[in-house]
């Protein structure tokens, strides 16, 4: 019965890994979308995200059989939780990536503005985060968890001076008010997703110590 028990847990840490490299993939596409202004690549995100929807009811499903029928104690029973609060934050992750990809496709003039720097590389940063927080739950590496978790300092810096350069361009620039003010939007997607960065983290530090705690005492619910 253990071998059988065992064996699902790997199956749950694969669908897991599963969900995060597709999510990665949706990351990796929506910075693309943002530097080309790929329109067509930013209606694929967009009109896909149910398939994320998909694998998380998947992963749901699968932690409950496993509380119901096998009911883990200790270690297994902190595996299987944090695996469900987990995709949770990855589904979240790749919801932010599709509305990025629909504010694009809703302004018919989106394409007016340049994207800003900034904007990518807060992007870019965040995705660096959720990398090395799956990386952490993965290998149970309590300590990678607490190095992803310290970074959300610098996208939630980096998010304060990019709202008051837009304030500025707003300030300044009138013509472009729809498209600068969709930056400021974006710019909050992308902190909120550094943050769902690092509640992984929180939960693949759970996994290994029992304890959970906030490593993001700014975080807001969605």
């Known amino acids: 019965m253990r071998s059988v028990f065992d064996r699902e847990l790997q199956d749950l840490a694969n669908d897991v890994n599963d969900m995060g490299i597709k999510v990665d993939s949706v990351l ?27 694998m998380e009811n998947n992963i749901e499903r699968q932690c409950f059989s496993l509380i119901a029928l096998q009911q883990p104690i200790a270690t297994d029973l902190r595996i299987i939780t944090a695996s469900m609060k987990i995709v949770t934050d990855i589904e979240r992750i790749g919801d932010q990536c599709a509305d990025i990809c629909e504010i694009m496709l809703t302004n018919p003039n989106f394409h007016a503005m340049k994207t800003p720097s900034l904007i990518i590389r807060m992007l870019e940063k965040a995705r660096e985060m959720y990398v090395g927080a799956l990386d952490a739950f993965i290998q149970e590496d309590a300590e990678l968890a607490k190095r992803v978790a310290g970074m959300d300092d610098q996208v939630d810096e980096m998010f304060s001076r990019q709202v008051l350069e837009i304030i500025a361009l707003l300030q300044e620039e009138h013509t472009r008010t729809a498209e600068a003010t969709d930056y400021l939007f974006i710019a909050k997607y992308i902190e909120r997703i550094a943050d769902h960065a690092t509640n992984i983290a929180e939960w693949a530090a759970y996994q290994v110590s029992g304890e959970h705690k906030n490593m993001n005492h700014a975080a807001e619910e969605d």
């Open 28 to 54: 990796v596409s929506t910075i693309k979308t943002l530097k080309d202004h790929d329109f067509v690549l930013a209606k694929t995100i967009y009109e896909n995200d149910h398939y994320i929807n998909a």
